[in-house]
């Protein structure tokens, strides 16, 4: 993924299926690179902060950021004193970064927290208010679920609509950069209206992609982007041109380091189960016709 010429490969450790030491092997996968290590931790919690960071990721996106207060804990995490409370211990990042990260890991470490609540998009301008937000990033998913609706990287809806709008006004008042997740049928649209942070691709989805294009290369069952959790349709969501021309970093999630989509992983084991099956009625098969010529128990 990192060599794919992404700007920054977040590794995910909220969602997926990765553990603190696979998380760590992927960093160092990335750092034979110049993309940007960015790690999801699971929970606005000081201690896997830190260790994550300690590991040599350059920033953490932090998940369910709702307050002021809350925003101030995930600063607090990322900095070293008398900015934050960061435990000193950079085992693996003085070796990625340097000598010199004590020095600068204040200045260059990301602190990115997650906007996807109701409640988070409530308090968006306080949130922003708080020193050392580097950028607000945007759960679709998650955001979609708080308002009712079914989980989605895009929504018709008005409601979500607005939330939208509303982070992407208070990132322009206050300075912040806007970020949200995504594919790459939603990426270019949210290039349009202004974010800067965006998410093209997660490793289950393009391996789910891949799987089916060769599968229906093959000849086999027709590829349906539907059935691997990719919306086929285009999204018409309002689009916000901007007077100037601003750097947007593209991005990809990684997930799962050993297998594809679950939906991958069911069929397969559908395939043997069917397969067992075939296998044991031959077996009854040749059991009865052994029976017959006397050569049973």
Known sequence: MAHAGFDWVCV???????DYQQMVTMLQAVSSTDVTPLVRVPWNEPGIVGKTLDAGARGVI?????????????????RYAPAGARSYGPLRAAY???????EHANADVLCIVM??????????DEILDVPGIDAVYIGPAELSVTFGLP??????????NDA?????????????????????????????????LV?????ARLLGIGAGEALNAAGGRPFNNGEIGIRAATYDLPSKPKPHQRQVLWGSVVHDPHVGPARLVAQARARRERRRHLH??????DDARRHRRGEGD
Request: net charge negative; charged share 20%; hydrophobic share 40%.
């Open 12 to 18: 995910d450790m909220q969602h997926g299926v990765i």
């Open 62 to 78: 932090i998940p369910m950021v709702n307050s002021a207060s809350e925003a101030e804990c995930a600063v607090s995490a990322c």
């Open 96 to 102: 990625y970064a340097g000598s010199d990260y004590y």
């Open 115 to 124: 906007v996807e609540t109701k409640e988070a998009v409530a308090h968006v």
């Open 151 to 160: 989980p989605a990287p895009a929504q018709e809806a008005a409601i979500f």
């Open 164 to 196: 939208i709008a509303r982070v992407l006004e208070s990132c322009d008042a206050h300075g912040g950069v806007p970020g949200i997740a995504g594919n790459q049928l939603t990426a270019h649209i949210r290039v349009e209206q202004g974010f800067r």
């Open 199 to 203: 998410e093209v691709a997660s490793d």
């Open 280 to 285: 044991t009625r031959y077996d009854r098969k």
